[in-house]
């Protein structure tokens, strides 16, 4: 074991363990890893970042304001100051940090969908498989829960409104990082598996003389209605349904697909991309907003979220190279890797 702690890579927004404390208690930390989601998530269900949105208050306020017992939520509050969540202040008053404003649901981004999604039961219960992910290959989503990932929120809806949340989450963090890509030399973009349209929404509402369409299965674009119209982009976005295993919308200029390869094998994922080049022009770009994995040992958040797509898809987070394989059995190119501060990049690719 090295003594040198591990600095934050900006590459990959992930420091990697530190030597700062004993490893037993480093690793004891490693270990309950577990209850600093599961609390942070019951914070942002509260919404506690959104009380705090105004500037410190005492513990009382919150609770009244949230819907809390006052003594545990200052156990809960206490707790994640630890971890830089929260500030705690004097007198049982507490304040945002730069990591808590994330968790208020106007910042921009906003994790709080992702923080509540994290923090879920149905989310814990997936997890806990992950021993026979391991040993199997499996993904653990469907041996839980009875169903592979999709189909149990099309009959969950519920549990589906906690995942477009953190979908939509997702996408802000993408967006937010990634806003520098110039989408003006477009005139339509496809959202290839959009979901309920927040990414869209997000392109759309910077770019006023670009029109979209959001493609998706029928019953989750059909999801999609308040979103596009509180982004004020719904008269420039048509939405259409159908599944991207089959074809997708033909003919625009750009076609986007953010957190959709990694939910698929090798296989399902070539021929999503083939039907996407199937309906790309000549002069059409493909993007792809996903993590791209070092080739060697680097730090990278990116292999924790590839064990997230191990217990609940058939798919896998990729390098580079995997990438460029994957679109070149598409009849695609792969032109440049637009890294970020975060865990996502955009892979850029054109037809060959």
Same mark, same amino acid.
């Given at each position: 074991?090295?003594?040198?702690?591990?600095?934050?890579?900006?590459?990959?927004?992930?420091?990697?363990?530190?030597?700062?404390?004993?490893?037993?208690?480093?690793?004891?930390?490693?270990?309950?890893?577990?209850?600093?989601?599961?609390?942070?998530?019951?914070?942002?269900?509260?919404?506690?970042?959104? +009380?705090?949105?105004?500037?410190?208050?005492?513990?009382?306020?919150?609770?009244?304001?949230?819907?809390?017992?006052?003594?545990?939520?200052?156990?809960?509050?206490?707790?994640? !100051?630890?971890?830089?969540?929260?500030?705690?202040?004097?007198?049982?008053?507490?304040?945002?940090?730069? +990591?808590?404003?994330?968790?208020?649901?106007?910042?921009?981004?906003?994790?709080?969908?992702?923080?509540?999604?994290?923090?879920?039961?149905?989310?814990? @219960?997936?997890?806990?498989?992950?021993?026979?992910?391991?040993?199997?290959?499996?993904?653990?989503?469907?041996?839980?829960?009875?169903?592979?990932?999709?189909?149990?929120?099309?009959?969950?809806?519920?549990? @589906?409104?906690?995942?477009?949340?953190?979908?939509?989450?997702?996408?802000? #963090?993408?967006?937010?990082?990634?806003?520098?890509?110039?989408? !003006? %030399?477009?005139?339509?973009?496809?959202?290839?598996?959009?979901?309920?349209?927040?990414?869209?929404?997000?392109?759309?509402?910077?770019?006023?003389?670009? %029109?979209?369409?959001?493609?998706?299965?029928?019953?989750?674009?059909?999801?999609? @209605?308040?979103?596009?119209?509180?982004?004020?982009? +719904?008269?420039?976005?048509?939405? #259409? !349904?159908?599944?991207?295993?089959?074809?997708?919308? %033909?003919?625009?200029?750009?076609?986007?697909?953010? #957190?959709?390869?990694?939910?698929?094998?090798?296989?399902?994922?070539? %021929?999503?991309?083939?039907?996407?080049?199937?309906?790309?022009?000549?002069?059409?770009?493909?993007?792809?907003?996903?993590?791209?994995?070092?080739?060697?040992?680097?730090?990278?958040?990116?292999?924790?979220?590839?064990?997230?797509?191990?217990?609940?898809?058939?798919?896998?987070?990729?390098?580079?190279?995997?990438?460029?394989?994957?679109?070149?059995? +598409? !009849?695609?190119?792969?032109?440049?890797?637009?890294?970020?501060?975060?865990?996502?990049?955009?892979?850029?690719?054109?037809?060959?």
């Amino acid at each position: 074991m090295t003594d040198t702690a591990s600095e934050l890579d900006p590459s990959t927004g992930w420091a990697g363990p530190t030597a700062e404390a004993p490893p037993e208690a480093a690793l004891m930390q490693l270990l309950m890893g577990g209850f600093v989601t599961q609390s942070i998530g019951v914070a942002a269900r509260f919404g506690v970042a959104d +009380a705090l949105a105004g500037g410190p208050r005492h513990v009382d306020d919150i609770a009244a304001e949230v819907g809390a017992h006052a003594p545990s939520l200052y156990r809960l509050l206490r707790a994640l !100051g630890d971890f830089g969540v929260f500030a705690e202040l004097a007198d049982r008053h507490f304040a945002l940090t730069p +990591a808590g404003e994330l968790l208020r649901t106007d910042s921009t981004p906003s994790l709080r969908g992702l923080a509540a999604h994290f923090g879920s039961g149905f989310h814990r @219960a997936a997890w806990s498989g992950l021993y026979d992910s391991v040993r199997t290959g499996e993904a653990a989503f469907e041996r839980v829960h009875g169903a592979p990932q999709f189909d149990y929120y099309r009959s969950h809806p519920e549990e @589906a409104a906690v995942f477009d949340a953190a979908m939509t989450s997702v996408a802000s #963090a993408i967006y937010a990082t990634l806003e520098s890509y110039d989408f !003006g %030399r477009f005139s339509t973009v496809v959202d290839v598996g959009g979901g309920n349209g927040a990414y869209l929404s997000g392109i759309l509402a910077s770019y006023p003389a670009l %029109r979209g369409v959001l493609f998706d299965l029928p019953d989750v674009v059909e999801r999609s @209605a308040p979103v596009l119209a509180k982004a004020g982009v +719904a008269d420039r976005c048509e939405v #259409a !349904g159908g599944s991207f295993f089959d074809e997708v919308p %033909r003919g625009a200029d750009a076609y986007v697909l953010t #957190a959709v390869i990694h939910d698929w094998d090798d296989e399902a994922s070539v %021929r999503i991309l083939r039907n996407c080049r199937a309906a790309m022009p000549a002069h059409a770009t493909l993007l792809l907003g996903e993590p791209v994995l070092p080739d060697g040992p680097e730090p990278s958040v990116g292999k924790l979220l590839d064990l997230e797509t191990l217990i609940g898809t058939t798919g896998r987070q990729r390098t580079e190279a995997e990438f460029r394989e994957l679109l070149d059995r +598409a !009849g695609l190119r792969l032109t440049r890797v637009i890294h970020s501060s975060g865990p996502d990049s955009l892979v850029e690719a054109v037809p060959r």
